[in-house]
């Protein structure tokens, strides 16, 4: 049954680890092959224990119910040499029935504070280019200057066989 979100229903908390096997398993709904190959491939379990461990005040969940309905994970990048400190949204997510209600935007709110207190001058993202759902909301969020990032891969498993025959 899809719930709707009924205006301040939706908390917007910190992640603890109670949390990290809702949001694994909400990101395993929403990063599917068919959705996008590269961010299925890179979804794991260690993607969400490394930030917990690297930066637990960049993992923020969205609540209903009860429920994990969202969550948003990211961490800081700061160079050498820079005064710059950027903000890396790594993943950001909404349980499908309840996306367009506004839990992104809450989320994204949140997590842009927080790296604001941080002292990040500039947050950055990354997506497949036929994510239209991610780049419209991104977009709306205010990021632009979209560069163009292209993903490969390499089959190992297809390399060995062919040595095999040989
Ligand atoms: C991207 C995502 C997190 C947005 O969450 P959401 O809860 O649906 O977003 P919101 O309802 O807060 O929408 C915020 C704004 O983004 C825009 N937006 C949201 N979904 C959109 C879509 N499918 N197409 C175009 N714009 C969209 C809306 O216009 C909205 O603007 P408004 O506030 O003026 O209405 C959600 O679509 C999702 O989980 N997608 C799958 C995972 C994903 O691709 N994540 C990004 C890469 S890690």
Redesign the pocket.
């Known amino acids: 049954m899809i719930k709707k979100i009924v205006p301040g229903q939706l908390q917007v908390r910190l992640m603890t680890i109670d949390d990290l096997a809702a949001v694994f398993h909400l990101g395993e709904k ?2 599917t092959s068919d ?2 190959s590269s ?1 299925y491939r890179t979804w794991d379990e260690y993607e969400i224990t490394t930030l917990f461990n690297s930066d637990s005040e960049l993992c923020i969940v969205a609540e209903l119910d009860g429920e994990v309905v ?1 969550f948003a994970l990211g961490t800081t990048v700061e160079k050498q040499k820079s005064a710059w400190k950027y903000g890396y ?8 029935g ?11 709110d949140e997590i842009r504070e927080r790296m604001v207190e941080q002292g990040v001058r500039m947050v950055i ?1 990354d ?2 280019a036929d ?11 205010g990021f632009d200057n979209i560069q163009k990032h292209v993903y490969m891969t390499l089959n190992l498993s297809r390399r060995r066989k062919k040595r095999k025959k040989a």
Do not use: H
């Not at 994510?131 to 969020?141: P, T, V």
């Open positions: 929403l990063f959705y996008s961010m969202g949204l790594v993943w950001i997510g909404v349980r499908p309840l996306q367009k209600c506004g839990a992104g935007n809450k989320l994204f993202i997506t497949d994510n239209e759902a991610g780049i419209g909301f991104f977009k709306k969020q």
